[in-house]
């Protein structure tokens, strides 16, 4: 069977190194998996007072979730945690209540960073939201990507051999994942 995938890249700059990454994973992932961007860019700042009335980027937003059946999130790090555009993503797609897109939804965290531990913090981070959620998540392999000048091209090609075989597996890995719980909680209506 073949699966879209859903990408949302927490990082909103231009010369982004995850959003450089999410091309790689797309490069390397398996022909079973398709895959679409998630914006997040023009979402306003997440109140409740919202919750009667979405604007037209959160009703995108949760559209996209909707049609897509996992959800890939590739973030960087920021000051130990995941971006707050990232988490005010999340948050208007978990709302309103009794509305969470996220809930059955799989997903798979994975982050670049030019620091040695390559957002294992934010990911920690992004975990403990995406449980809340309700979303199944990949455990293994875990993918903190230690980023330095070359190792990835702003098009997504991979300039080590090494990274490049872990990228693969990683995705092929999330492929068997997505596979496994469609099967397990196939979506309602289906
Ligand atoms: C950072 N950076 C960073 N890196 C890290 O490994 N751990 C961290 O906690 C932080 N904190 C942090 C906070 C803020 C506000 C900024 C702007 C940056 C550095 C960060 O990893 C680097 O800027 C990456 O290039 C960010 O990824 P993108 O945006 O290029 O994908």
Redesign the pocket.
């Known amino acids: 069977a073949r699966y879209k995938v859903g990408y949302i890249?927490?990082?909103?700059?231009a010369?982004?190194?995850?959003?450089?990454?999410s091309r790689a994973l797309i490069r390397l992932a398996p022909p079973e998996l398709e895959f679409v961007e998630i914006p997040i860019r023009d979402l306003p700042l997440y109140s409740y007072d919202y919750d009667a009335d979405f604007p037209a980027p959160a009703r995108a937003l949760k559209q996209a979730i909707a049609s897509v059946d996992a959800v890939l999130f590739?973030?960087?790090?920021?000051?130990?945690?995941i971006?707050g555009a990232l988490k005010n993503a999340i948050d208007w797609a978990s709302r309103p209540w009794g509305d969470n897109s996220f809930a059955r939804k799989p997903s798979a965290v994975i982050?670049?960073?030019?620091?040695?531990?390559?957002?294992a913090?934010?990911q920690q981070s992004l975990r403990s939201v995406l449980g809340y959620c309700n979303s199944p998540q990949m455990n293994a392999p875990e993918a903190y990507i230690q980023?330095r000048p070359g190792l990835i091209s702003e098009t997504g090609e991979v300039g080590d051999a090494g990274t490049e075989q872990f990228l693969r597996k990683f995705m092929a890995e999330f492929h068997g994942f997505v596979a496994q719980v469609m099967t397990a909680l196939p979506p309602a209506g289906t």
């Open positions: 890249v927490g990082s909103l700059a010369a982004s190194i995850n959003r450089a990454l590739v973030t960087p790090e920021y000051n130990r945690s971006p982050g670049a960073s030019p620091g040695k531990i390559g957002t913090i934010a980023f």
